[in-house]
């Protein structure tokens, strides 16, 4: 069954297919064009109710939520492509305590300065230079704690890349080039090596060829 | 060994203890005081580099985290106590689905509630009203989909409790009591009967019981 990713475009989804083609599952994608609205017509939103992208389907499976979505086919193909979430209970905690720091610390931050930098003059929506600065704040917090762990551990969770690193690429992405603020990366020396060994991985660099960024 | 938790007076730690006594798992506690800052001793960043709770300490292993400590435990255990990961990769698909829902919709305009509204007149954050009213309009939208949602499933996942229902009750109190908010969950039948029936648990009862929230 070949599987079906909506809104290639976006970053969530390009992390989807990222896992997908590590672990070598093959895929189809569904466009959605957010800018035209797509993503609330009464169909997608049956789909996926939050109004958001990615949703995948496999044959009458439906899953949504990018990480759920990495999750459920790193677990149900766990001896196929690369192996992500570690090779035991604790590696993958391990994993999983480093997937909760990109979702709760790196994401929040990166989304918001996406949002309204990037998509915000599109979208009619106003900057808060206050947010804007708190969220340069915090991923400076962010990769400070990431420069002390990457210089003692090759990959965020431990010696093998893992989830946990591959979730960075495309909100990551974005900061290395459209938000132009790539010196968050480049002046930390172990996390400057961390994003050169992730991005420069075939599958990423597949994503970014095939799915260009709206922004 | 016993599992040592840290922070048990604060909300995340309570998820992570529910887990415990749900899965029938010994462990002891390790008071931190926030409002004494002792989350940024320098012994604690060793352990949290975030200064935020919870740490757990099992013998040598060490996880940060909630819901990857949740995850770890749950599936270390998977035969002992509640299985709170379903029973199929696919149902386990589903709740890491509505566990992300959890920590990417419901946490963020909670948390954002509680900080600015219970904590922000003791450590003397300003609050900012237009963000208070943004958080209650996500709030909204979220229990919409959630009536929705349990209309036709007796749990956010499926059938069965699981991870993704009990994420919500350490935060969702916080609705419930202090924050005067339960009409986002009492103006909706469904999402209402959900509430009483995951919140009294003897599990949940058990630790709102043994650690009282501390605002």
Chains 1, 2 share one sequence.
């Not at 093959?26 to 009464?42: A, C, R």
């Not at 090759?154 to 990551?172: R, T, V």
């Not at 900061?175 to 603020?181: E, T």
Request: overall charge negative; aromatic content about 12%.
């Amino acid at each position: 069954m070949v599987v079906k990713v909506y809104g290639p475009a976006y970053a969530s989804p390009k992390r989807v297919i990222a896992c997908l083609i590590e672990k070598g599952i093959e895929f189809e994608v569904v466009d959605i064009d957010i800018l035209k609205g797509e993503n609330t017509s009464p169909q997608y939103l049956n789909l996926q109710p939050f109004g958001v992208v990615p949703v995948i389907q496999d044959g009458d499976y439906t899953l949504y939520e990018s990480r759920a979505i990495m999750r459920y086919y790193a677990e149900k193909y766990k001896s196929q492509g690369t192996q992500l979430l570690g090779n035991t209970v604790e590696e993958r905690g391990q994993v999983e305590q480093w997937l909760e720091v990109e979702a709760q610390n790196f994401h929040a931050p990166v989304y918001d300065l996406v949002t309204q930098v990037l998509f915000g003059p599109l979208l009619g929506i106003t900057r808060d230079e206050t947010r804007l600065r708190q969220d340069e704040e915090k991923l400076v917090r962010v990769f400070d704690v990431y420069e002390e762990r990457l210089r003692t551990s090759k990959y965020l969770a431990g010696d093998s890349f893992s989830l946990a690193d591959l979730s960075h690429l495309a909100f990551g992405h974005y900061l290395m080039s459209s938000l132009k603020k790539e010196y968050l990366i480049r002046d930390r020396k172990h996390v400057s090596a961390w994003w050169d060994d992730i991005s420069n991985r075939p599958s990423w660099k597949k994503v970014v060829q095939l799915y260009p960024y709206p922004v």
